[in-house]
């Protein structure tokens, strides 16, 4: 069994800030990628940050100089400093990791988790 559990969301104020985390728990052997991605209320999904075990990091053009991807791998958690935040920025946020579990095949799996909503409004 593999959970990914989304916390931190709530509303805020435009300018303000959130800091959202994402914890991968169960029979996990290795995490690759791990990324936050966003759902508006108009249904449109995007990629808003992703981050590689290397480190490796990619934003989406929206939230570029303002959001901030990492990860703790000793707790496998990827969090989302969230700065600026603008009442674009309102949606539902997943997160996803690509995942290999022990006792199965070994191959890459991408689980996601059940989504934490996020609004800006004054």
């Known amino acids: 069994q593999v959970q990914l559990v989304e916390s931190g969301g709530g509303l805020v104020q435009p300018g303000g800030s959130l800091r959202l985390s994402c914890a991968a728990s169960?029979?996990?052997?290795?995490?690759?990628?791990m990324a936050w991605y966003r759902q508006t209320p108009r249904g449109q999904r995007e990629l808003v940050a992703a981050?590689?075990?290397?480190?490796?990091?990619n934003y989406g053009d929206s939230v570029k100089g303002r959001f901030t991807i990492s990860r703790d791998n000793a707790k496998n958690t990827v969090y989302l400093q969230m700065n600026s935040l603008k009442p674009d920025d309102t949606a539902v946020y997943y997160c996803?990791?690509?995942?290999?579990?022990?006792?199965?095949?070994?191959?890459?799996?991408?689980?996601w988790g059940q989504g934490t909503q996020v609004t800006v409004s004054s």
């Open positions: 996803n990791a690509d995942l290999k579990l022990y006792y199965t095949d070994m191959n890459w799996y991408r689980y």
């Open positions: 169960g029979r996990i052997f290795s995490i690759n990628v």
């Open positions: 981050i590689t075990s290397s480190d490796n990091i």
